[in-house]
């Protein structure tokens, strides 16, 4: 799997997750940081589902974790905001099939990663029992 570029960071901010009030949080903050660098109403929201998909994951599966929000830039003047989540948890066992839309262990409708996956531009995922699960998405305006 490839492993994403790294980019100069303009700001960051880190928001504890553990349960579903702190979705409220991370929707917030990343709509701010998305304005804020000049993308439109609709990709903010766009940006902002896909940070809560993976902060819900983690509550939901991990029970708790973190998820880093940055603004970063590339090539001087390109922008983007970058959604680091990470979790201590139990892992995920198959990830080629957790990727697939309707897949769920969970009940539900199994479209969170898939989707994190179409809205962002860049997706890396990792996980396994010892270490958890980490997902950085980017999307650059
Ligand atoms: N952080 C995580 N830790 C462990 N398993 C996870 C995590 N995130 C996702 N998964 C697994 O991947 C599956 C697919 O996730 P997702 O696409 O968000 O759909 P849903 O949450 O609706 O099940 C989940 O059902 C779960 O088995
Ligand atoms: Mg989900």
Redesign the pocket.
């Given at each position: 799997m490839k492993i994403l570029a790294m980019n100069k960071i303009i700001e960051e901010t880190t928001i504890d997750v553990c349960e579903s009030v702190d979705n409220a949080v991370v929707i917030y903050t990343t709509r701010q940081m998305a304005a804020q660098i000049g993308f439109n109403e609709a990709q903010q929201f766009l940006i902002a589902t896909a940070a809560s998909?993976?902060s819900?994951?983690?509550i939901?599966?991990?029970k708790k974790?973190f998820v880093i929000l940055r603004t970063i830039s590339k090539n001087h003047d390109s922008r983007g905001i970058e959604i680091i989540?990470k979790?201590n948890?139990?892992?995920?066992?198959d990830?080629d099939?957790?990727?697939q839309?309707h897949?769920?262990?969970?009940?539900?409708?199994?479209?969170?990663?898939?989707?994190?996956k179409r809205i962002m531009d860049e997706f890396f995922i990792e996980?396994s029992p010892e270490n958890?699960?980490l997902?950085i998405a980017k999307k650059w305006r």
């Open positions: 998909e993976l819900t994951n983690i939901r599966y991990a974790g989540a979790d948890g139990s892992g995920i066992e990830i099939r957790a990727m839309e897949f769920s262990t969970g009940n539900s409708l199994g479209l969170g990663l898939p989707s994190v996980s958890g699960t997902v």
